[in-house]
């Protein structure tokens, strides 16, 4: 059964017609679930008397490590032992230049251990026994990082598709460790399949959790409701990877991204309506830009730089985007993404950055700033200086330093 769904998610997508059809279906799908699974917790927490507050929730952090008997050792920013879960896939290994600031760090990357993330999976026996032992090699390889020198907190850039309650459980049982969890897709992954032992997304690892980052403020409360302790962050930037480089602006209008769901759609309608854009990355005619470096190259040659912040097949439900951060933390062309209320918390929109909230809205922004190319660069320079001194990753590590109460 399993392969011939395989086989038939296939054919659809790669017919482009199939596609076509199945992606708005796909989008209504997600977004009825995402509005039952938020309409459900608000009740909840409405009927409990649930509120995010961050003081609160970090304070209940403190308490839970320090009723375990974990004493906590204040450190100098540049010593922090950090045991960070992160595997080395996607651009996850963006996260370690800061977290390397914060102080030594010991990685446990399953990836460099030969294990594959789309492998973990619920309806494959073999996928199953693949993430077990990925999770009983996690507790002897923190047992040794702590020996040689003791570790002052867990990182975890993880599901419960590839991290196990358990693991937790042991870490905290065991040893007494600080443990903090780190979520960017909450609003689409929070539950997922059944993996034997727990479901694939937060949900049912958040509890064991001292502290839980979610990029989604929606999310604090789906993570109070059970009975974790939330921590809303935005995502950050690498400052070493993404900044200025000395390259012409010869690309009027750019987006960086797969084509799939909605964007074919957006990018057919932005060139009927003479916008002169150029995409990249998979099944776009330009192809792929391979590496980091390139990345950085066309968000630099770009004098507007197109982003797009709807999840998944949906254009309507957005999330915060990695690319929130690295394409304003550059500093090359300007930024125009769609409107979020979370982003428009971290930005000055329209002095920092752009948004829209309409396609035609989109048209409009792209004719009025490529008539205005110096205007364009005042942005972006307002954008970048933004994320050196508020959007690091550093920066958020330091937050999380601090509330924990790892930091002088």
């Known amino acids: 059964m399993r392969n011939l769904r395989g086989s038939v998610k296939s054919l659809v997508l790669g017919n482009?017609?199939?596609?076509?059809?199945?992606?708005?279906?796909?989008?209504?799908?997600?977004?009825?679930?995402?509005?039952?699974?938020?309409?459900?917790?608000?009740t909840i927490a409405r009927e409990r008397g649930l509120s995010y507050v961050e003081d609160a929730s970090t304070a209940a952090a403190r308490a839970r490590i320090k009723g375990r008997g974990w004493k906590m050792v204040r450190r100098k920013i540049g010593e922090v032992h950090t045991f960070a879960f992160v595997p080395r896939i996607d651009w996850h290994a963006?996260?370690?230049?800061?977290l390397r600031e914060l102080g030594p760090v010991t990685e446990f990357d399953y990836a460099a251990l030969g294990y594959k993330w789309d492998e973990f999976r619920a309806s494959d026996r073999r996928g199953l026994a693949r993430r077990k032992e990925v999770n009983d090699l996690v507790l002897p390889?923190?047992?040794r990082a702590h020996a040689e020198r003791p570790v002052d907190w867990f990182f975890a850039y993880a599901s419960g598709l590839e991290l196990s309650a358990d693991t937790l459980r042991r870490i905290t049982d065991e040893l007494g460790i600080p443990t903090v969890g780190m979520c960017l897709d909450d609003k689409h992954a929070w539950t997922g399949p059944w993996m034997g032992d727990h479901h694939a997304g937060q949900k049912d690892i958040a509890p064991h959790f001292d502290l839980s980052w979610t990029s989604a403020s929606v999310a604090c409360e789906w993570y109070l409701a059970e009975g974790a302790r939330p921590l809303y962050m935005p995502e950050g930037f690498d400052a070493s990877l993404y900044k200025p480089m000395q390259v012409p602006r010869d690309i009027p209008v750019s987006f960086v991204g797969a084509n799939y769901g909605f964007r074919p759609k957006v990018i057919k309608h932005l060139k009927r309506h003479a916008i002169p854009i150029e995409a990249y990355g998979a099944g776009w005619p330009n192809g792929y830009?391979?590496?980091?470096?390139?990345?950085?190259?066309?968000?630099?040659?770009?004098?507007?730089?197109?982003?797009?912040?709807?999840?998944?097949?949906?254009?309507?439900?957005?999330?915060?985007?990695?690319?929130?951060?690295?394409?304003?933390?550059?500093?090359?062309?300007?930024?125009?993404?769609?409107?979020?209320?979370?982003?428009?918390?971290?930005?000055?929109?329209?002095?920092?950055?752009?948004?829209?909230?309409?396609?035609?809205?989109?048209?409009?922004?792209m004719r009025y700033y490529l008539a205005r190319p110096q205007l364009c660069e005042e942005i972006a320079?307002?954008?970048?200086?933004?994320?050196?001194?508020?959007?690091?990753?550093?920066?958020?590590?330091?937050k999380i330093a601090r509330a924990l109460g790892l930091v002088e």
């Open 141 to 143: 390889a923190l047992r």
């Open 289 to 365: 830009a391979s590496g980091a470096e390139k990345v950085v190259e066309l968000f630099n040659r770009s004098r507007i730089n197109l982003g797009m912040g709807g999840i998944m097949h949906s254009e309507t439900l957005t999330n915060l985007k990695g690319r929130d951060f690295d394409i304003p933390g550059t500093g090359g062309g300007v930024y125009l993404t769609s409107y979020n209320a979370d982003l428009a918390r971290h930005f000055d929109v329209g002095r920092e950055i752009l948004c829209y909230a309409t396609r035609d809205e989109m048209v409009e922004q």
């Open 381 to 398: 320079r307002r954008g970048r200086a933004r994320c050196l001194s508020e959007h690091r990753w550093l920066h958020r590590y330091l």
């Open 94 to 98: 963006a996260l370690l230049p800061d």
């Open 16 to 42: 482009p017609v199939l596609r076509a059809a199945f992606s708005p279906l796909r989008a209504r799908q997600l977004e009825r679930e995402y509005a039952a699974r938020r309409d459900h917790y608000a």
